[in-house]
């Protein structure tokens, strides 16, 4: 009860933020083996008693750091879309404009952090309902990107497509070859106007979800 009573505090708020945020900041560097209790207190400038304090487990701490990254992802990649201009794009163009959304200025140690986490999260249960939403949110975002781009934008075509931009961004993380964005855009865009084709003019981009 202690820790529950203290966590509704504007203290014990902004201490539980600051620990939730060091430790989404450790997991997108080295994955699930960076968060510990000692390295997300020091990340967070408080005593190393602070994590079990507040939270009741590690585990505890790093599905907090889980949501916490798929939301501001989530809100990022929203804020993006909707500044998107609408104008018809090539095949090339909305390739690149998907991976700019999707995978945007990432490293490559970046990105390998990122898909380790999608990987460890399908581990855990009490995980998956999260990314499961993060990956319905972020196709959202791109079906109103590919019909601001005078694409047709089906959700089951643009769930493809998503799926599509993963696993080459992590086929060209694993292959000794070009840089992962360059390998990825190639595979989109021999796929782009299959799952997205570009709409005839006048026609309206199509979304089924209602």
């Known amino acids: 009860m202690a ?3 203290a966590a509704v505090t504007p203290k014990g708020e902004r201490r539980r933020h600051a620990l939730v945020s060091a430790a989404a900041e450790l997991l997108n560097e080295g994955g699930f083996e960076a968060v510990r ?3 997300v207190a020091q990340r967070a400038g408080l005593p190393l008693a602070s994590t079990t304090y507040y939270f009741s ?7 907090k750091a889980v949501e916490y990254i798929g939301f501001t992802e989530a809100a990022e990649l929203r804020a993006r879309v909707q500044k ?12 690149s404009l998907l991976l700019d959304l999707l995978a945007g200025e990432s490293t490559s140690e970046q990105l390998i952090s990122r898909y380790e986490r999608y990987i ?10 999260m990314e ?7 196709v959202d975002a791109v079906v109103e990107a590919v019909g601001r781009s005078g694409r047709c934008a089906r959700v089951d075509m643009i769930t493809a497509l998503v799926c599509a931009v993963d696993g080459a961004v992590v086929s060209a993380l ?24 570009i709409l005839a003019p006048g026609l309206a981009p199509t979304d089924d979800r209602g």
């Open 120 to 129: 460890a999260c399908a581990r855990h249960p009490a995980l998956r309902g």
């Open 84 to 95: 998107l201009p609408r104008r018809r794009r090539s095949s090339g163009a909305t390739a």
């Open 132 to 138: 499961r939403r993060l990956l319905q949110q972020r």
């Open 3 to 5: 820790d529950m009573t």
């Open 37 to 39: 209790h000692r390295s």
């Open 174 to 197: 694993v292959a000794d070859g070009p840089a992962p964005r360059e390998t990825a855009r190639a595979t989109l865009v021999d796929v782009i106007d299959v799952l997205a084709p």
């Open 57 to 63: 487990s590690l585990d505890e701490l790093i599905g």
